[in-house]
């Protein structure tokens, strides 16, 4: 298992990407977070195994309908896995 967080940039806020996230992410069977950022962009903190993490970061690439996604960075994270998937 493994700790990703994803930082994705674009018009990504008021486009319904965290209620879309967290679906995205339960229906693979992964865990974490994810919010809003006051500079615009959306956070992903995901915890799972490099399958499903990796479907994962492509499908945040795409991003719900209205969303324009222009760049996701990642970054492997030391963290302490969760339970479930939370909006913050």
């Given amino acids: 298992m493994r700790a990703t967080r994803f930082l994705v940039e674009g018009h990504v806020q008021r486009v319904g ?4 996230c967290r679906r995205e992410a339960l229906a693979r069977g992964l865990t974490g977070y994810v919010r809003n950022l006051e500079d615009g962009r959306v956070e992903a ?9 990796d479907a ?8 719900p309908p209205g969303a324009v996604v222009t760049a996701v960075g990642l970054d492997a994270i030391d ?6 998937f939370v909006i913050l």
């Fill in 17 to 20: 990407y965290r209620a879309w």
């Fill in 45 to 53: 903190v995901i915890f799972g195994d490099n399958a499903s993490t």
């Fill in 56 to 63: 994962m970061l492509a499908a945040c690439r795409e991003g």
């Fill in 79 to 84: 963290a302490l896995p969760v339970e479930g």
